[in-house]
């Protein structure tokens, strides 16, 4: 999933006053940004490059972006392309050091702000990451839900989960009905021992993949009395999970 940035503007392809919307990955940390060229034509190794991006043909994408880097070394929506690339295959310093190059021509790019705070994230480079969020929230007048959802993950990863917290709610205020940064939210507060909240708030786990649904062969069991009735039971993540809650088991047939 990617931050797409929607059109180029005066200030360049990549450029920070450039609109943003984007879909978060449910590790918490939203992969930015894959950028549109100002009117390239289709057959532009820069377009293939993006198409081969969207249908995760990894090192198809960078060949083609390295052909369009070739004669244009300053694009920094290439530069930035070629970074998101290198931060899904998991090369994260690779991943910072494209993110520096895209900003050393662009240092107003929201985006690559953004790709770095994730990219310094995953380096466990928590300060930096924050900081780089930090900028990306500035250049996008704190309008961007995804900036901040990019930085409350950093704060969640660093520990910090009253400000994770808080950020994961200012994105909320920007999208309210937003199932990752609830599912984050949930995550954040169970971790506080807010359990109350917490544990209502984590069944928006459903519409974050890769979770799939409960199986639909019957009704929802949501707590009343059922003399007489079974109770299907089903494991739902990893094994540790299905250990440790597989004790309420005597509970629900209670």
């Known amino acids: 999933h990617y931050i797409l940035v929607k059109r180029a503007c005066g200030c360049g392809a990549a450029a920070g006053c450039c609109d943003m919307r984007g879909a978060e990955l449910s590790s918490g940390v939203a992969v930015s940004a894959e950028l549109l060229p100002p009117k ?42 070629v970074a998101n690339l290198r931060l899904r295959s998991g090369a994260f310093a690779a991943a910072v050091e494209g993110y520096r190059q895209a900003l050393a021509v662009a240092p107003k790019s929201a985006a690559a702000w953004s790709g770095l705070g994730n990219a310094l994230n995953e380096l466990g480079r928590f300060d930096e990451s924050i900081a780089a969020h930090d900028r ?15 930085r409350a993950g950093a704060l969640k990863a660093a520990g910090r989960l009253d400000e994770a917290l808080a950020g994961y709610r200012q994105s909320l205020k920007l999208k ?26 984590y069944e928006v786990r459903w519409k974050v993949p890769p979770l799939e649904s409960p199986p639909s062969i019957a009704p929802r069991w949501t707590g009343e009395r059922m003399p007489g009735a079974s109770l299907l039971l089903f ?17 629900a047939r209670q």
């Not at 500035?138 to 309008?143: I, K």
């Open 176 to 201: 309210p009905d937003d199932p990752e940064a609830l599912f984050h939210t949930s995550l954040v507060l169970l971790q506080k021992g807010d359990f109350r909240e917490g544990w209502p708030l």
């Open 40 to 81: 390239q034509p289709l057959t532009s190794d820069f377009e293939r490059g993006l198409e081969a991006m969207r249908h995760g043909r990894t090192e198809e994408a960078l060949a083609y972006f390295g052909g369009w880097l070739s004669t244009h070394p300053n694009d920094p929506a290439a530069l930035t392309n």
């Open 136 to 150: 990306a929230i500035e250049l996008t007048r704190g309008r961007d839900r995804v900036a901040h959802y990019n």
């Open 235 to 251: 494991g739902e993540q990893g094994f540790g999970d299905a250990i440790q809650f597989v004790r309420f088991a005597r509970l």
